[in-house]
């Protein structure tokens, strides 16, 4: 089983409190309604900052 960090699980948790909230946004400025998509979002924010978090599938 992967690993994440304690601030990766917080960005996630951020990312799709903004999705309920219709407050997050893709790349291209839209508003992100899926839950995959915004559990994505706050990974990649994670991975950004350095966070311990597994590679991405390809």
Do not use: C, N
Request: no cysteine; proline share 2%.
């Amino acid at each position: 089983m992967a690993k994440y960090s304690k601030k990766a699980g917080e960005e996630v948790e951020e990312a799709l409190h903004e999705q309920k909230e219709g407050k997050l946004k893709s790349g291209s400025g839209k508003k992100v309604t899926s839950k995959k998509q915004a559990i994505a979002i706050g990974l990649s924010e994670a991975r950004k900052e350095g966070a311990k978090v597994p590679k991405k599938k390809d």
